[in-house]
Antibody, heavy 125, light 110 residues
């Protein structure tokens, strides 16, 4: 069973870069059947999609964050990473990594079927 | 791209049915049959309950059903149970964004 696990610093200073890693276990990150996404949730608020990466390395970002976001993949380690630059208190949130299915024959498609447990990141000096 | 609009809260008694609406625009919900619904219990990650408007993942109770009409999608929970008390979010493919979530609905079982 595929599982996702986020890791990274829980505290980041303002103006610095937030860096998180999502590790995929129990399955392959190199399958062409999925987009690997980052999603965040501000405290007590709703969900916001940040961006995704395909196993080939192609990416797509939320236009509202595009200038500050970078997502990369390391297939050998079965990890994908998020970098968010020039952070402010407004970037304080729980950050989730999640999988979006593309192949309906494999189960859930066109939905985020697997999520990490989430990691809280606080931006504060 | 603005968030999809959901009622802040919906409540019902055990055994009753409730419906949560998710209103978007012709650029998202109205254009694509790619609406999904997520259940989130406090302190937990979201869990997919419905995908492609009305399909249920394996293991999800048939008490959960989805539909769409025009720019509005809906999630219906029938035979409401205490364990259904949670926050629910819709999500739609939106082309250029490309994923937009709803504002979220807190379901309370009375």
């Amino acid at each position: 069973q595929v599982q996702l696990q986020e890791s990274g610093p829980g505290l980041v200073k303002p103006s610095q870069t937030l860096s998180l890693i999502c590790t995929v276990s129990g399955g392959s990150i190199s399958s062409g059947s999925y987009y690997w996404s980052w999603i965040r949730q501000h405290p007590g608020k709703g969900l916001e999609w940040i961006g995704y990466i395909y196993y080939s390395g192609s990416t797509y970002y939320n236009p509202s964050l595009k200038s500050r976001v970078s997502i990369s993949v390391d297939k050998s380690k079965k990890q994908f990473s998020l970098k968010l630059s020039s952070v402010t208190a407004a970037d304080t949130a729980v950050y989730y990594c999640a999988r979006w299915g593309l192949d309906c024959s494999g189960g859930v498609c066109d939905g985020f079927d697997i999520w990490g447990q989430g990691t809280m990141v606080t931006v504060s000096s | 791209q603005s968030a999809l609009t959901q009622p802040a809260s919906v409540s019902g008694s055990p055994g009753q049915s409730i419906t949560i609406s998710c209103t978007g625009t012709s650029s998202d919900v109205g254009s694509y049959n790619l609406v999904s619904w997520y259940q989130q219990h406090p302190g937990k990650a979201p869990k997919v309950m419905i995908y492609e408007v009305s399909k249920r993942p394996s293991g999800i109770s048939s008490r959960f059903s989805g539909s769409k009409s025009g720019n509005t999608a809906s999630l219906t929970i029938s035979g409401l149970q205490a364990e259904d008390e949670a926050d629910y979010y819709c999500c739609s493919y939106a082309g250029t964004t490309p994923y937009v979530f709803g504002t979220g609905t807190k379901v309370t079982v009375l």
